[in-house]
């Protein structure tokens, strides 16, 4: 089949880009896969060539009626058979498109998730459907950054299809979420196609900042003169970025849930246009916006995932042109975060108690407001907020369906008496539709949802309003609006609530995991590398060379390296008091124990008699905690989080546990071990020696280049002995060998790292690669 052919008929694109046409010829015969591909990068083509190639239709399902309006928008200019049906339209409009689906009028239909009703589906199986599409898929996985429930269905969905082909697509899934929509999609043996992460184009920067008004300082800089995207993570925090912007001569838009939509409308349609070059915006202001001329994009605080800030910084350089993103890093913004993840993943205690205040409400549905259904949990519980998130864990779970307030229907009554002269213009247009819709049952009240109505009528809803108002007031009717309130069907009203606790746990676990994934991101050696390893791809390289990691490298007090003895016994210290409590306990606790506190706490553990209390008396609390960060970050201890019972109330927090390195470390059987050593004031009077300090120091031009080519020399030494790359030797052992350029056994064997026996296995054939860089 010549599938170039109908990609540059239809598209104008005389080829494909890297990694689709493969992806499409695979559909195209028959298979089922996942596409992991970053934002902009042309996933949609994978699905819409062969929806064009194939018989019958393509079903493709997304999340949000923007993004279904702009695809349909740009296929049928492209004179491509396609549209969407959704709750946006009128009911001749979506009666219109089944008919024309049913038909085989369109080659191309989108459909919501939540739209896959008992009706819908038998509706389809009257319907060649050739291919589903699953557009955002890490929305099937409990494990993704954006877990949907409406989701979850679209596995009985493909099976009520008869398992046609199935597509997958997402720009963020890790191995874990990849194997989550799998299994929920049943297209386990699916071919995977994964590629696209590495953004050669983006230049990632993490810039460090001691206070908020440090950020300030330093906002107006990155994006003045450049089209550009402040993401913040909170409504005050994106007014604060833009204040700051504007007191420094920067024109910047505001955008988040807290603005009118009409106002959202306007600084969106303003930057999409140009005639604004900054947005500052919560992560509400980015699905749908395809801007390809986007240069600049700073976080003024991190997000809670680095899925999600993949996602965001993937919308900066679309057109592959050099573009900037900058992560203004404050350790202390970890708090928002983890509030968010506390907040949205409530304890089982609180999802009960929010159930069993719906069940009271004896109606089904139940329409209460947030804020009366907080009132059924404890005081210090959160209120509206927490209620909300309980509200989303019943529905994940499936013991209600959410009913979003534009939902709620509207009631009209015809008045019994009404004037003798009849309304004109509008209302007289609102009040025959009402007498017309009323004429089989005179004396009942009409109920309708205000926007589709509003549809039906060829009206504004604004304007349908203002009818409904005015008619009320003249004595035509009574007109009860909906209540801006949202609510929620019960599935299971008679049976009792069951939850998993420890599937709760373990989720809120997860999302706490993830934050510190994000955190470590900003301590790692190469940003993209990072980036690349964290959605499982293997890196062509050890440091892309073009991050600011990589670029002006990290400074030597944020390099992993080896430990000089008196941090070689400190850190052995530390892991034998770990070793010593027997057990995982929170680093809080460790470090009490270590500088020897008297709270009853240690002593009700009985933690004072062990030979290691008080072994780091000289230390305080907060330097032993960041030793303790840092060995979990270097592997030589576990952070768990864990959710207990603590004075009466659940309490979500770390706990830290040895793994097998660190206890070769504390055995001193790990020669190899690299970490961040932080400041402490009790190791700073054994200061680096000069030799280390010199050792550390960045390499002269020459010695670089021929850092590089030892580098391929241990990669081809690594390949023929089937072992890793440090195996052969360390990154610091090359550096001296890079330094120093030893000519015999001897100054070989003085090298850091390079003892007899890797000498015996290794040795000779670094001095012959030397003595051939030399000659």
Known sequence: MDLRGVLLETFG????????????????????????MPTGAGKSLCFQVPALAMPGV?????????????????LVQHG???TFINSSLSREERNERMSGLREGRYKLVYVAPERFTPGFLRFLSGCTISLLAVDEAHCLSQWGHDFRPDYLRLGRVRESLGRPPTIALTATATPRVQDDIAKHLGIVDARRFIRGFDRENLRIEVMRVATKREKAQVLPDLVRGKTALVYAATRKAVERAAKALREAGVQAGVYHAGKEPDERAAVQDAF????LDVVCATNAFGMGVDKSDLRVIVHWEHPGTVEAWYQEIGRAGRDGKPSRVVLLFHPGDRRIQEFFITMGHPPAAYVRKVYERLVEAGTNPVFLRREELGRALPEDAGGDRTAASCLYVLEREGWVRRIHPAQRPGCVVLSTRPPSTEPAGVRGKVLADVRSRLSESPGDALVVRPDRWALELGLEREQLTVALRGLEER?????????????????RPHDPITLDEATLNERRQQELAKLDRMIDLTRAACRRRYLLEYFGQDPPYERC???DACHADLPEAERPRSLEPAEETAVRKVLACVARMDGAYSPGLVSKVLTGSTEPVVRSFGFDKLSTYGLLSGWTRKEVEGLLEELARAGALERRHVTRPVAGRERTYAELALTSLG?????????????VMPSVRALRGGR???????ASAPLPAVAADLMTYLREVRKKMAEEASVPAYVIASNRTLEAMARHRPDDREAMLALHGMGPLRFERYGQAFLDALNAWES
Do not use: N
Request: proline share 5%; net charge neutral; aromatic share 6%.
């Open 663 to 675: 206890i070769a470390v504390m055995l001193q059987r790990e020669a190899e071990f690299h970490m």
């Open 545 to 547: 060379g073009t991050c």
């Open 688 to 694: 680096r020696s000069a030799a280390a300090r010199a």
């Open 272 to 275: 999409m246009s140009g005639r």
């Open 13 to 36: 694109f005389p080829d494909f880009r890297p990694g689709q046409e493969e992806v499409v010829r695979h559909l195209v015969e028959g298979g089922s896969g996942m596409v992991v």
């Open 475 to 491: 004595r035509y009717l009574q007109w009860r609006a909906p209540e801006r309130i949202g609510g929620a069907e019960l599935l």
């Open 80 to 82: 491509v058979a396609a």
């Open 58 to 74: 393509t079903l493709v399902v997304s999340p949000l009626i923007a993004l279904m309006k702009d695809q349909v928008d740009g």
